[in-house]
């Protein structure tokens, strides 16, 4: 069974989540200057995530946006991915997780998203997530 | 030599990118690169040899860090602009970019890894080291492992008949290292840590390897002599011994559990390097004749007039548009995916060096006699070209892997994001 029980949770918790790291941490203004937005393209549950530094959007407005990184996974890697449990190079290696875009950009990207990685316990905890992944 | 770019929209920050790179090809690598290859091996990495300075030179305008992400300092290029940059330096000298170049790796790789005590202790420092004292190398061929190391789809690569070199094993917290590197390890004696590749499980052939990001200054660790060889002489390669040398655990980036897809990630990133540098030494080669045709007089005119001599000129400048169109793809698709199509690295390494060593071979022919001596630079630039088909893989073992890949996944449908 999936961890993100349907769509809304995802909604829910990932555009509280990218609000936050956009407004207080350095995510926000580092994604500007580098002008970086991303795609994630979401499997089990689908979805379609676009982030830049204006914030995130879901579904068909995603989709129209032309983003510099593109991530693809399942939705039991997206949280994983968060907790800090996922081996990067090795789910690219094993194609858990596929990137379209300048993989210098996506090297750079993997550090700024450690804030949003030192708060996602606090949405598993509010939403009944496992964390022993 | 500047030469019309097919892509016509170049910004000016490419532009003004790629007239900086040729100037310091130009005026500071080709220079250095000839001195070099008049020199001893062991005298290019003697304490007083003009490498010093020229690398000192290479960290200050941040070549070194081209491949880096800006993020921790790295000069931050887009794909075209690799290719771009890569194209001068090997218009500079082959040997000499493979060096530059081979200075990142452990770093580059630990960035992969993403892991915070690497990106502290070596990825920053790395980034941010201006005097050239912190030098990467990549140790992964050995005495009994040329290109079977990187032909992961035969079926021997995890046979226990693998038999690794140099073997790893955990003791406690630390790793200990027994073996040994060949002496083609590029920039093997002068670095001062090491993007490793080591058998863990032999049991498991190569498939038990793991890679490491190591230093080199650990007890139990020594060089060999720098390595004299027939082309690239201005390329320090060399080998490196391990004798009970004892690494921290988290030393690790690859374990055996992905380290085949993973050293084919590695593959087609080293590839394309080979296969965007070789543009560089195809164009040198045509430039060399070129201009030599236009002074040198036979027969009553110039051998520019000759109409053999066009047809040949011709081809070779046929070669390096191809080059470019063929190293600039590879680079814009697996530069920009994750994880790479590596057959795309594996066809612009294998065809981009074969094209420039033909054009090295035709330049000499079209130079005579002179062509064969040291007062022209294109006896220096056929010795560089040879190398390049052995070089990251034997251009036959690589086709050999790519048509396996092609056995498996041919036609590739579309991406699908």
Known sequence: MAIFKDVPMVKEIFGDLWGKMIKDTEF??????????????????????????????????????????????????VHKFWLRKVNVPKALALRQIRAKGPVGTILQLLPLLKPGQEIYPEYCKKYNLPMDV | MSYFDLKTDLSAEDIALKDQVHKFARDVMRPVAKQFDGMKADEVVAPDSPLWPFLKKVYELGYHKALMPEYYGGLGLNPLQISLVFEELGWGSFGMSVGMTVLCFPFYCACLANQEHLIESYVKPFCECTDASI????????????????????????????????????????????????????????????????????????????????????????????????????????????????????????????????????????NLCMANWAIGLARASFEEAFNYCKERVQGGRPLIEHHSIKQRLFTMFSRVETCRVVGRAAANLNFNISPPFVEYSLWAKTQNTQMAYENAHDAIQILGGYGLTEEYLTEKLFRDARATLIEDGNNEMLAAHGGHILAETYPRPPIDF
Not at chain 2, 138 to 149: K, L
């Open chain 1, 28 to 77: 926000g203004p580092k994604i500007k200057e580098g002008n970086i937005s991303v795609l994630f393209i979401i499997n089990d549950p689908n979805i379609v995530m676009y982030v830049d530094a204006n914030g995130p959007i879901f579904d068909a407005e995603a989709e129209a946006k032309t983003a510099l990184v593109t991530l693809k996974m399942d939705g039991d890697t």
């Open chain 2, 135 to 270: 030098r990467g190398c990549w140790a992964i061929t050995e005495p009994d492992h040329g290109s079977d190391y990187v032909a992961t789809a035969e079926d021997y690569f995890r046979s226990p008949k693998m038999r690794g070199n140099t073997q790893i094993r955990l003791d406690g917290n630390e790793w200990v290292i027994d073996g040994q590197k060949s002496q083609w390890v590029s920039g093997g004696t002068i670095a001062t840590h090491a993007l490793l590749h080591a058998q863990i499980d032999p049991s498991l052939g190569f498939g038990g390897n793991g890679v490491f990001v190591i230093p080199l200054d650990s007890p139990g660790v020594t060089k060999g002599p720098a390595l004299r060889k027939i082309g690239q002489r201005d390329l320090n390669q060399g080998e490196i011994f391990f004798d009970g040398v004892r690494v921290p655990k988290d030393s690790i980036i690859v374990e055996p559990d992905y380290y085949v897809p993973m050293m084919d990630i590695i593959l087609a990133a080293a």
